[in-house]
């Protein structure tokens, strides 16, 4: 079995903290930085951030800016992410203001 799908099997049995964490490291390990630990316990149901699950701040040549991240996460990998959730993340990303999601 190829390493890519032992990794997706293995990112399906996560819990959501342990999914956003692992996203958090990988951000970290990316270069983004100030990434709070989510307070959200499960993926099910709406959250109190308009579908944010993650923040974190991007360092640039003039400074930082913010990153808004929703994790998505599908036990079958041939789900695509409904329109409708990318429509109100990229909502959220407008109504405040932040560059990129």
């Known amino acids: 079995m190829p390493l890519s799908e032992l990794l997706r099997l293995r990112l399906a049995w996560?819990?959501?903290?342990?999914?956003?964490?692992?996203?958090?490291?990988?951000?970290?390990?990316?270069?983004?930085?100030d990434i709070p630990v989510?307070?959200?316990l499960s993926f099910k149901g709406p959250n109190a951030d308009g579908g944010?699950?993650?923040?974190a701040r991007k360092i640039t040549e003039l400074g930082s800016e913010p990153v808004l991240?929703?994790?998505?996460?599908?036990?079958?990998?041939?789900?695509?992410?409904?329109?409708?959730?990318?429509?109100?993340?990229r909502g959220k990303l407008l109504r405040d203001a932040v560059p990129e999601g």
């Open 38 to 40: 989510p307070s959200r």
């Open 52 to 55: 944010v699950d993650l923040r």
């Open 69 to 89: 991240i929703q994790l998505k996460r599908y036990k079958d990998d041939n789900r695509p992410v409904s329109r409708s959730a990318v429509d109100e993340f």
């Open 14 to 33: 996560l819990s959501y903290l342990e999914f956003a964490m692992c996203v958090s490291r990988i951000l970290r390990h990316l270069g983004y930085t």
